[in-house]
């Protein structure tokens, strides 16, 4: 009786876990893109959002002589609209700077990723990090140089959201 060798197929455990490495490593990348993308597209709605929100203040005040003051009937008469997704909704999220008499107004809001951006009729759009949301009088102070009297949130814990419209 002749013996015959016999060939196994099939792959080695080597040959397995070059393979099962090379799939983590891709998965891995595609991952961190996707995540990189999703975060400038959150970026670029909010940046959207206060561009709108900025012009819609600002037609405002070439109708009315003056910026919307900070009552909401004078918010809601600006018709500003937001994507109320984009924003947290653990605090006043949400702040809207300016007055009657103020030279300038803007925009500044917590974001759902934890940053801070702002825009104004003085600044464009930017992350925001000198003052905390909650520092409202400080921030309006120093961004359209009107103090306390000119702050409204747009959303708190205790009313929900407040004069803006989506």
Known sequence: MKWEKQTQRGFTIVELLIVIVVIAILAAITIV???GIQSRAVVTSIQSDFRNAINKIEAYKSING???D???AS???AEISLNKGLYSTNSGNFLYC???TSQYAGFIALAKNGTTYLQTTRYSF???TTYTIDQY???CTAQVGAGSGSARYGYTSAD???WTIN
Request: glycine residues 12%; aromatic residues 16%.
């Open 70 to 72: 900070a009552s909401d």
């Open 160 to 162: 929900g959201w407040r």
């Open 33 to 35: 893109a996707y995540n």
């Open 75 to 77: 918010l809601k008469a």
């Open 126 to 128: 930017r992350e925001y």
């Open 137 to 139: 009088i400080e921030i």
């Open 98 to 100: 300016g007055s009657g």
């Open 66 to 68: 003056s910026y919307p």
